[in-house]
């Protein structure tokens, strides 16, 4: 099924005393999505390891030059340490190049701990060659009503830890309202509003997707995979909300639009730019 990639995290009230596991840190992901129709989600990548090669977070196309992904996904790294699959459903059929990024703006109030503002964007070095597989993703801004079904696509494996599959796959979601979600998890205040909600069937098996990864509604991006916990257990899984965090998306691209005019400015000095907030 999907993976999800979760931050480490012990939950401190007793309600919720279990570990969250982010991807990196470990194999457990659960069965349960189908491989994804070809063609079905042109905008997704996979975010790998420059050096490893290994896939490790989802994330979508926004721009020619720009890759949205969770905060927690880059958290600690330099741009330099990643790699963009672009154009495929099957990680082994790279037949397009792989872009790389020359800087990472996570979101600046970004918190980890609590979960928030866990988004950042990725600006690629190159910009990326649209094709019938590989396009970029409108951002959602409809406020979404309670029960719209969102796509949810990602690569995970297909038995607990199990190996990665190769083919893309996909899970159709329910978008649960933010006062329900919170409530669902006894008033957490890890769940805000600046997450959407999503739930699956339990009987499932489907509550992990890829961490960064893409949930589309009508064909147009409106949350990136966050956190979740142990889908049987029938709790909402909260995703960063592409309409909340519209204003921080717009600052960083439109500011490189006009970087972009000249092509020949000073190398930053440093690949880590932090966010404006908004
Ligand atoms: C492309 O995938 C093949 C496996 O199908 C792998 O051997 C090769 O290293 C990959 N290319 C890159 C650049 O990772
Ligand atoms: C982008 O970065 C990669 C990895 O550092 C490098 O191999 C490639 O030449 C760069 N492309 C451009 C256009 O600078
Ligand atoms: C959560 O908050 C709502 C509204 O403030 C309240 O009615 C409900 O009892 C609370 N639930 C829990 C589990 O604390």
């Given at each position: ?8 995290i012990?939950?401190?009230?007793c309600?919720f ?10 194999t457990?992901?659960?069965?349960g999505?189908e491989?994804?129709?070809e063609?079905i989600?042109?905008?997704q ?7 490893s ?24 790294k ?7 699959l ?7 059929k ?12 996570e979101h600046c ?9 866990d988004?950042?964007?990725?600006h690629l070095?190159e ?17 979404l ?7 949810l696509?990602?690569?995970?494996t297909?038995?607990?830890g199990g ?16 006062e ?11 769940v805000?509003?600046?997450?959407v ?5 339990k ?9 960064g990864?893409?949930l ?9 995979v966050?956190?979740?916990?142990p889908?049987?257990?029938?709790y909402?899984?909260a995703h960063?909300?592409?309409?909340y965090y519209?204003?921080f ?12 005019l ?10 880590r ?6």
């Open positions: 099924m999907l993976i999800f990639v979760l931050p480490l012990l939950w401190s009230s309600a005393s279990q570990i969250l596991y982010p991807p990196q840190y470990t457990n992901r659960i069965v999505g491989e994804a129709a063609g989600a042109p905008y990548i996979s975010l790998q390891g420059a050096a090669g290994l896939h490790s977070c989802g994330g979508a196309i926004i721009d020619e030059r720009w890759i949205i992904t969770a905060a927690h996904c880059t958290r600690g330099e741009a330099s340490a990643f790699r963009v672009t154009g495929t459903q099957d990680l082994d790279n037949v397009t190049k792989y872009y790389y990024p020359d800087r990472i703006v109030n970004y918190a980890p701990r609590r979960y928030m503002n988004i950042a964007l990725l070095n910009s990326i060659l649209f094709d019938d597989s590989t396009k970029p993703v409108e951002l959602d801004h409809e406020a009503v309670p029960g719209s079904k969102l796509l696509t990602g690569w995970g297909l038995s607990l190996d990665v599959p190769k083919r893309l796959q996909s899970l159709e979601v329910t978008y649960v309202p933010y329900q979600c919170r409530a669902a998890h006894d008033n957490s205040t890890r805000d509003i600046g997450h909600c999503t739930f699956n069937d009987g499932r098996g489907a509550c992990h997707g890829d961490s990864g893409p589309v509604h009508n064909g147009k991006l409106v949350a990136l966050n956190w979740g916990m889908c049987a257990r029938g909402p899984d960063a909300s592409i309409s519209h204003d998306i717009r600052t960083h691209l439109s500011s490189s639009e006009t970087d972009g000249d092509e020949n400015t000073e190398e930053m000095p440093s690949n730019a932090k966010g404006h907030c908004n």
